[in-house]
Structure formats: structure tokens, C-alpha cells
């Protein structure tokens, strides 16, 4: 059977099998991507089941009862048994699944050409029937107008009152449109022909054509998928001899458990050679006790008194520790002192970074106020600078602010965290340091004004003013070096 013949009036229902088809195939290979995605976590959970199970030992500490090794045996062998699902894996990936994904963009391709002549194919057709359709409208409508000229024609002929010229005026008329009718007519038959030509061409031997490529595509998917489905049980069935190995295997460290064999061991392990103890004599101590006293009573030794309960005084010194102790100090949740130091090193950057944003934005705030400052002074017609120096005078203290926050947050760090050159830029630039700064930017001079800063709010002093010998030197901070938090040069390791 054959769809160029027995389908060729069936192009719609033709595109949606072989879109169907693509779909399917498609499917299936999805369906061997999970499969392939269950071996290969089943292989690393098989793997990560004997190493947690298989720990290293040294040679002195390998076990010698026959249930731990055959114990062992059966993990070796189940590892084994793990890379096999592995290699079920990797085959099903190439040959099955990498193989369905190529095929299914060839067909796509294929089809997608198939179904565009086929397109082409209507178009045409249908072009040449509009063609034919119009000339026979054409046609027809002269036709009538040639009818009409007629009849005026023999009015006027008959016509007795009717003039010489009005006659040859309407038979001109009726030869005109009887001349345009034929040459309407002889279109017509020529489209006609031409338009019954390319239908038999049409659906005898284009359509049948793209209609058999169709076909023999669809056909080539579907042993397509034959193929696959062999490939894919072959895969599985080509590890058989290997896993039945591995579980003879399994079979056999089985086999080789032995109880009697572990007894011996034991007894060869902690048998010291002694023989059992025999019984022990009876020891009479109470031949020399006076058992009455002159009394009659039983004596008793005296004590001088009743020794003091270890743990009683031990309580009790506890709870003069806790009454008269030092109160615990509840935590500072301001700054931060309560976390360790990398989740407070942590937190105190984020806020420090959030205060450097806003900083900024003032700083921006500012500069763009000061500009339209300006632009008013210059052209006082557009506004009044002195509206603008309240909302500047609020930007500098939002600043002002801004920085002590900025700083307060980076002198109760662990570690310097504030960005140095956002806080340097800000208070260099108001400071009569600027000069000095843009002619020596060596990052010991930077590191000392930045620190006369820390332990001096005030405004900066010249560097020339102070002599070298009365400087104060700054306490020594903690500091980050190569990864590691180091008080007072003493490094230490960051926890992995």
C-alpha cells in the first residue's frame, strides 16, 4: 500500500503521523535518559555503599575470621558488580540514547523539507486555478456584454426613427465586444487546459512522490526504534556473564564462612595457657577480738567526727562562686560580640557595606546639588541657589553620620573590613591633605592618616605640622594575611 495513491487527498492528516512519530521517538529516548540516570545513581550509591563499609586498615589490622572476609569478598565483588551498571550506563548514553537524539534532528530535517515541497506543490496548483477561474469570469462577463451590444444592435437596426450614425455606432460597439468575448474565451480555454494539465501532474505524480518520501521516512523510524530496542536489551544482556560472576562470586565468600575456623581463631588469640585457679582456703581473723565488754555491749571504735561531704562542699563553693561572682554580661547584639568571629566579621561587612552605599549616594546627592548650585548662580533666572543650601547642609550631616557609623562599625571589627578608599577619598577631599595626597600615594602614608583619623575625629592635621618623633603609633589591630585571622602576629588557621 502506498500514500501517494491510496492518501493523496490526506496532506493534513499525513503532517500530524509524522509529527507524531518524531514526538514518540522522542519520548522513547527521554525515557532511555532517565533509565541510563537510574544506573549511574545506582552505581555511585553501590560504590559509596562499599567505602563506607570498606574502611583502610593497615596489614596489622586485616581480619582473619573467615565471616569478615568473606565479608570484604562480597563487597569487592559488589563494586564490581557497581562498574558493570556503570558500563550499562555509558553504552545505553552512546549507543542508544546519543544515537535516538541524532536521528530525531535528521528526521526532523527530512520532514520538514518533505512537507515544504509539498506546500509548494498546492500553492502552484492553486495558483493556476485562480488563474483559470479569473479568465472564466473574464469570459463570462464579456460574454453578456456582447449580449447587451447585440440587443442594442437590433433595436437601433429596427428602428426607423433611429439615425445612420447611432446604427453604426452600436454595431462598432457589438463587434468590439464580440472580438474581446472571443479572445475571453480562447484565455479561458487556455487556462483550463493548462490548469487540468498541472492537476493530473499534481496528484499523479508530484503528490504521490513527496507523499513516498513521507513514507519511507516514517518507515526508517520505526526500525529505527527496532533497532533501539535491541540495542537497548543487548546492552543489558552483554553484562549477564560479568554480573553472574560477580554474584558466583558473592556465592562462594559465602561458602567459605566457618565458625569452627573462627572459633579456633579466637581460642589462638586469647588462650594464655594457665591452668584454672583451685578453691581458696578459709581465713579466720576473729580469734583475737574481744566480741563483749565489761558492759555487755558490743564495742564500737569512736570517732572524732563526721568527715565533711566532698561534693557538698564542692556545691557549696559553686554557689558562692555564682552569688558572689561577676554577673554574665548579656549578649551586645549591636555589636555583634556575641557571634564567632567569621559570622561577625561577616555581618559587620555587610553593614558596613550597606553604609558605604548610602554614603555614596549621598556623596552623589551632594556633588548634584552643588552643580545646580552653581547652574543657578550662574543663571539666576532658572532658580535660587540659597534654596539649595538647606538640603546640602542636610546631605553633609546625612554624611557625616554616615562616615561616623562607617567607622564605628570598623574599629569593633575583628578585621578591617571597610573599603579604606571610599572612607579615604571622602575625608582626604575636604582636608587640606589633598595636595599631599595626589603627590605621594605610597600605601604606608595612606595607612598613617588613615589611622591618625581613627584614634583623632578631628579634622586631619598636616603631616608636615607633627614631627615623626611625637607621633603616636596606632595599636596593633587584627589583620587579615594570606587567608588567615592574625592578633597580635599569631596566625590562625580559618576551619575548613
Known amino acids: 500500500m502506498s500514500w501517494g495513491t491510496d492518501l493523496w487527498d490526506q496532506f493534513e492528516n499525513l503532517d500530524k503521523h509524522t509529527q507524531w512519530g518524531i514526538d514518540f521517538l ?3 529516548a527521554k525515557f532511555v535518559k532517565e533509565r541510563l540516570e537510574i544506573e549511574q545513581t545506582y552505581a555511585k550509591q553501590l560504590r559509596s555503599l562499599v567505602k563506607k563499609y570498606c574502611p583502610k586498615r593497615s596489614k596489622d589490622d586485616e581480619p582473619r575470621f573467615t565471616s569478615c572476609l568473606s565479608f570484604y ?5 559488589l563494586n564490581d558488580y557497581a562498574g558493570q551498571r556503570e558500563v550499562v550506563a555509558e553504552d545505553m548514553g552512546h549507543k542508544v540514547y546519543g544515537e535516538l537524539m541524532r536521528y ?13 515541497e509539498g506546500r509548494k ?3 502552484y496548483l492553486e495558483q493556476c486555478w485562480k488563474q483559470m477561474d479569473n479568465s472564466k469570469k473574464k469570459f463570462e462577463r464579456e460574454c453578456r456584454e456582447a449580449e447587451k451590444s447585440q440587443i442594442i444592435f437590433e433595436r437601433l437596426d429596427n428602428d426607423i426613427n433611429a439615425t445612420k450614425s447611432e446604427v453604426e455606432k452600436a454595431k462598432a460597439q457589438l463587434y468590439l465586444r464580440t472580438h474581446m468575448a472571443d479572445e475571453s474565451k480562447n484565455e479561458y480555454a487556455a487556462q483550463l487546459q493548462n490548469f487540468n494539465a498541472e492537476q493530473w501532474k499534481h496528484f499523479n505524480a508530484a503528490i504521490p512522490q513527496i507523499f513516498k518520501n513521507l513514507q519511507d521516512m516514517d518507515e526508517r523510524r520505526t526500525v529505527k526504534l527496532g533497532e533501539t530496542y535491541r540495542s537497548f536489551a543487548e546492552v543489558e544482556r552483554k553484562v549477564i556473564p560479568i554480573i553472574s560472576k560477580c554474584l558466583e562470586g558473592m556465592v562462594t565468600a559465602a561458602k567459605n564462612v566457618d565458625e569452627r575456623r573462627d572459633s579456633s581463631i579466637v581460642v589462638e588469640s586469647f588462650k594464655s595457657g594457665f591452668e584454672p585457679p583451685g578453691d581458696f582456703p578459709f581465713e579466720d581473723f576473729s580469734q583475737n577480738i574481744q566480741r563483749t565488754g565489761s558492759d555487755g555491749t558490743i564495742g564500737t571504735p569512736k570517732t572524732d567526727g563526721s568527715k565533711p561531704d566532698p561534693k557538698h562542699s564542692i556545691g557549696k563553693a559553686k554557689n558562692k562562686l555564682w552569688l558572689f561572682g561577676k554577673k554574665p554580661k548579656a549578649p551586645n547584639l549591636e555589636d555583634l560580640s556575641h557571634l564567632p568571629p567569621e559570622q561577625r566579621r561577616k555581618k559587620l561587612q555587610q553593614r558596613i557595606d550597606e553604609l558605604s552605599r548610602e554614603l555614596q549616594k549621598e ?9 545646580m548650585k552653581d547652574v543657578y548662580e550662574k543663571n539666576p533666572q532658572m532658580g535660587d541657589p540659597g534654596s539649595l543650601q538647606p ?4 546631605t553633609i550631616c546625612n ?3 554616615l562616615r561616623s557609623e562607617i567607622h564605628k562599625n570598623e574599629v ?3 578585621v578591617k573590613l571597610v573599603s579604606k578608599q571610599l572612607y579615604r577619598k571622602s575625608l582626604l577631599k575636604e582636608s587640606s591633605l589633598w595636595k599631599v595626597y595626589q603627590r605621594d600615594k605610597k600605601e604606608n602614608i595612606l595607612e598613617s592618616m588613615y589611622r591618625h583619623k581613627e584614634l583623632n575625629p578631628g579634622p586631619i592635621p598636616s603631616c608636615e605640622k607633627i614631627p615623626n618623633n611625637k607621633r603616636k603609633k596606632p595599636k596593633e589591630e587584627p589583620r587579615l594575611k594570606g587567608g588567615t585571622l592574625s592578633f597580635s602576629g599569631r596566625p590562625r588557621l580559618k576551619k575548613e
Open 391 to 394: 538640603k546640602i547642609s542636610e
Open 412 to 414: 569593633t571589627s575583628p
Open 26 to 28: 522522542e519520548r522513547y
Open 399 to 401: 554624611m557625616e553620620k
Open 121 to 123: 506543490a498546492q500553492q
Open 363 to 371: 556623596m552623589d546627592q551632594r556633588d548634584a546639588l552643588n552643580k
Open 73 to 77: 569478598a562480597i563487597l569487592n565483588e
Open 104 to 116: 530525531s534532528q535528521d528526521l526532523k530535517a527530512e520532514r520538514k523539507h518533505h512537507l515544504q
